[in-house]
């Protein structure tokens, strides 16, 4: 019997809206610089600081992936001011994270990439800039 929660599991197999979002207001990006694992979060927030959609991206274990997904679903048709005030262990309790016996360090990522966006500026977010740890396309020759 495994010991990963169903909800990780299927977030993981089956994430909801990942991919790059051209329309974000608000977005941010943590990269696990040991493991070079990473979770980009883009928002789009209304003019009345409610999140209308949300996306994600990751590159990592399933503790950095699936909690990505879980948290991109959650946020949508919530407020800033909701999401701002949520804490780590009500994080713990969405994302199931503590039933999972890995101790990972990409655990807080999706975590710390969401507080991250909600703070970002109402700028749009370039998917030209996200992160992937190794070389550009340009850098290869």
Not at 42 to 53: A, C, H, Y
């Amino acid at each position: 019997m495994s010991d990963i929660p169903e909800l990780l599991l299927s977030h993981f197999e089956d994430p909801y809206h990942r991919g790059c979002f051209e329309r974000a207001t608000h977005a941010a990006q943590v990269l696990d610089a040991d493991s070079q694992h990473f979770v980009v979060i883009q928002l789009r927030v209304n003019d009345s600081g409610i999140v209308e959609e949300a996306w994600f991206d990751a590159r990592g274990c399933l503790a950095c992936e699936a909690p990505a997904s879980i948290l991109t679903q959650f946020c949508e048709s919530k407020s800033i001011v909701e999401l701002i005030g949520l804490t780590d262990a009500q994080f713990a309790e969405l994302t199931q994270l503590e039933r999972l016996s890995s101790k990972s360090n990409c655990r807080q990522l999706a975590w710390h990439a969401l507080q991250k966006a909600l703070q970002s500026t109402d700028e749009e977010f370039d998917c030209d800039r996200l992160t992937f740890g190794g070389p550009s396309l340009g850098e290869e020759t």
